[in-house]
Each structure stands twice: as C-alpha cells, then as structure tokens.
C-alpha cells in the first residue's frame, strides 16, 4: 500500500524553527518528484515546495522562500521540509504529496501552531 | 499562474447536476487536475490532465476543458459529494490550487 507519513508538527513561538518529516512507503521513492502543500484553518490550499528525484532541482512559493528548505534521503526513503524564522501566517496543517500527473498520494498531515 | 474557481460555494440537492469552473490566468494546456476534500481529511484527487478519471474515482464525476477554462461535473450529486473541490495546476512552477468550491446541501 503506498502511504506517507508526516510527523514533526507541533507549536512554536514566532521566529522559531522546525522540521517535518514524511516517511514514504509502498512506492519506488526515488524515482517520483516530492512536493509539501499546507492549508491554514479554514482556508484553502497552498503548494509550498516540490524537489526533483535527485535532489538537484527545488521549487518554492515566494511566501518562503529563504526561509523553508526542502530535501530528501532516497536511502531512507523520506522528505523532509526545514522551517526558519516561523510567522503565525504559518499556522497550518502541512502535508506531502506525491503523485505522476497531480498529487495522486497525501499524507495524514500535521499541524504547525506558531504562536507565543 | 492563478486559478480563479467559481462559485466559491454552492448549495444543491442530491441527484441535481452540478458544474464547476476553473480560469487560468494564463494557458496551461490540459496541465490541470481536481482534487475533493472532505473536512479533517486529506485531499483526493478526481481527475487529471484536465479530463482523465483517476483510477476509483465514480464515473459521475467529469472533467473538460483545455488551455485556460476547465470544468467538473457532478452528473447526479450524492451524499457523499458534499464536499470542497479545488482545481490545481500543474504546468509551471510554482504550482497553484483555485480558491475552493463548497458543495453543500439544499
């Protein structure tokens, strides 16, 4: 069964760091683009990131870029998404994604509170 | 590229025929694709490139369109339909998702 496995939510305070992971199994890891949408409460959906198989290629939505950084370990077959310098506008529930042609696969989400 | 969605929300009944709309503010090819999301749930995505039905998804559902207006229809709406669609487009980055339609019971 192809599954992901987002887990590394919680809350934080403005300006801090975080770092979600997205275990992926059922599915040749390595040879599929990754990508991480988020949806604030309430709201709609919103593509953050995708990275190309290898690595060598990354994308990012202005709203953070320079801040959020995208990678991945083929061997451990997980994605991960660093988040510096933390806003509330943040706020959201995070998911990966995965899929040929659109985003066939979602994780569960987790949920990332920025808040004092 | 944005995605305009319309309507934002709409109220209908079981078995009614039911359309939604998706502008791209610049051609996109058929690069897009439909995605239901039911409250506290991940999305699921319906269709891709722009009219193709992902694989166990009801034949009631359908897409068209190509370029920069694009369609889902819901044939004969059930239960299980009320739900927020939103389209999604896959041509370029960075990526982009229409603001949602809410499909709620009359």
């Known amino acids: 069964e192809v599954q992901l496995v987002e887990s590394g939510g919680g809350l934080v305070q403005p300006g801090g760091s975080l770092r979600l992971s997205c275990a992926a199994s059922?599915?040749?890891?390595?040879?599929?683009?990754m990508s991480w949408v988020r949806q604030a409460p309430g709201k709609g959906l919103e593509w953050l990131a995708s990275?190309?198989?290898?690595?060598?290629?990354?994308y990012y939505v202005d709203s953070v870029k320079g801040r959020f950084t995208i990678s991945r370990d083929n061997a451990k077959k997980s994605l991960s998404l660093q988040m510096n310098s933390l806003r509330a506008e943040d706020t959201a529930v995070y998911y990966c994604?995965?899929?040929?042609?659109?985003?066939?696969?979602w994780g569960q989400g987790t949920m990332v509170t920025v808040s004092s | 590229i944005q995605l305009t969605q319309s309507p934002s929300s709409l109220s209908a009944s079981v078995g009614d025929r039911v359309t939604i709309t998706c502008r791209a503010s610049?051609?996109?090819?058929?690069?897009l694709a439909w995605y239901q999301q039911k409250p506290g749930k991940a999305p699921k995505v319906l269709i891709y490139v722009a009219s193709t039905l992902q694989s166990g998804v009801p034949s009631r559902f359908s897409g068209s369109g190509s370029g920069t207006d694009f369609t889902l229809t819901i044939s004969s709406l059930q239960p299980e339909d009320f739900a927020t669609y939103y389209c999604?487009?896959?041509?370029?980055?960075?990526?982009?998702f229409g603001g949602g339609t809410k499909v709620e019971i009359k």
């Open positions: 994604a995965w899929g040929n042609n659109a985003f066939d696969i």
């Open positions: 999604q487009q896959l041509k370029s980055y960075p990526l982009t």
């Open positions: 990275i190309k198989q290898d690595g060598s290629e990354k």
């Open positions: 059922g599915f040749t890891f390595s040879t599929y683009w």
């Open positions: 610049q051609g996109i090819s058929s690069y």
